[in-house]
Nanobody, 121 residues
Framework: QVQLVESGGGLVQTGGSLRLSCVAS????????MGWFRQAPGKEREFVAA????????YYASSVKGRFTISRDNAKNTVYLQMNSLKPEDTAVYSCAAGGFGSRIDRYDYWGQGTQVTVSS
């Protein structure tokens, strides 16, 4: 019922910035909380950030707090992840998801294919 497509990934140097976007189609976008997750090679998928349906509440993993910002524009059916002060440890495939507000992957019902973020040292 919901399709999600991420974009904005790429190669960036340590200390640089990237802005990821996720465009949703199908059911009403504004009715879902949204989250960003990432998975690095040899690692399990981990939570990055979440935002509730209205955008008034946000939640971040401690590893990205102060560097990343999640936001949404319901009129454009889009959620964003602004990533600043990037580190090599941030290298991963980043995926967006739609569902309930929280950090657990089982709270989310729909997932995008992901976009690669590579931070060079």
């Amino acid at each position: 019922q919901v399709q999600l497509v991420e974009s904005g990934g790429g190669l960036v140097q340590t200390g640089g910035s990237l802005r990821l976007s996720c465009v949703a189609s199908g059911r009403t976008f504004s009715s879902y909380a949204m989250g960003w997750f990432r998975q690095a090679p040899g690692k399990e998928r981990e939570f990055v950030a979440a935002i509730n349906w209205s955008g008034v509440m946000t939640y971040y993993a401690s590893s990205v707090k102060g560097r990343f910002t999640i936001s949404r524009d319901n009129a454009k059916n889009t959620v964003y992840l602004q990533m600043n002060s990037l580190k090599p440890e941030d290298t991963a495939v980043y995926s967006c998801a739609a569902g309930g507000f929280g950090s657990r992957i089982d709270r989310y019902d729909y997932w995008g294919q992901g976009t690669q973020v590579t931070v060079s040292s």
